[in-house]
């Protein structure tokens, strides 16, 4: 089995997980979570409550914010509400709707994340309504694209300090990215 191999044999033998076999993953150790958690070294997932608590994410030394639900008809804090603070800001309109197409944020995002936790100090909190779906897509498409990990290594990673449950298309997008980079991946590791 591939357990029993090194880490490398098998993330060159990993394939893609199918869209249920994402949603059992995450259905795996559900566990109650707050308003906030920290998901990764200095990346923070949270919901439309911490978002609008600026007290709460200056205690937590939060330096940039993703809001995955930008807009007036959603949670609408923007770089405005946080003018008073030292906080960078990116907003991101989103639906948390199947067919709500993230995808092209994810690099965007990505990149600001990374500005974000390579500035001094810096802490990156990604909200939505309830930082579960938007918030957490976002968050795994990070991680993919600027950590090397899998679409699984980067649910189970996030899922140990919060529970989190992208929606069917935000799964399908981010597999499609997994696809993708896991393509990329090989092909880089085939000699010329």
Same mark, same amino acid.
């Given at each position: ?37 920290? @998901? ?7 919901? =439309? *409550?911490?978002?609008?608590? !600026?007290?709460?994410? $200056?205690?937590?030394? %939060? ?68 930082? @579960? ?7 795994? =498409? *990070?991680?993919?694209?600027? !950590?090397?990990?899998? $679409?699984?290594?980067? %649910? ?37």
């Amino acid at each position: 089995m591939a357990g029993h191999e090194d880490k490398q044999a098998s993330k060159d033998k990993y394939e893609t997980p199918s869209i249920s076999e994402l949603q059992r993953l995450l259905m795996v150790n559900r566990k109650s979570t707050g308003h906030v958690n920290e @998901v990764w070294p200095n990346i923070y997932i949270g919901d =439309a *409550y911490t978002a609008r608590d !600026k007290g709460t994410l $200056l205690n937590l030394g %939060i330096t940039h914010i993703v809001n995955a639900a930008h807009g007036i008809h959603h949670i609408n804090t923007g770089a405005k509400y946080y003018s008073d603070t030292q906080m960078h800001y990116l907003g991101v309109e989103a639906d948390d709707d199947p067919e709500f197409d993230l995808s092209p944020f994810f690099y965007p995002t990505a990149k600001f994340i990374r500005a974000g936790l390579n500035s001094p100090k810096g802490k990156v909190f990604v909200n939505c309504a309830m930082g @579960v779906s938007r918030s957490a897509t976002l968050v795994l =498409a *990070y991680l993919m694209i600027c !950590k090397n990990v899998t $679409l699984v290594e980067a %649910i189970k990673a996030v899922c140990e300090h919060r529970d989190v449950f992208p929606n069917s298309g935000f799964l399908s997008q981010l597999r499609q990215l997994d696809l993708a980079l896991t393509l990329e991946r090989r092909k880089k590791k085939k000699p010329q």
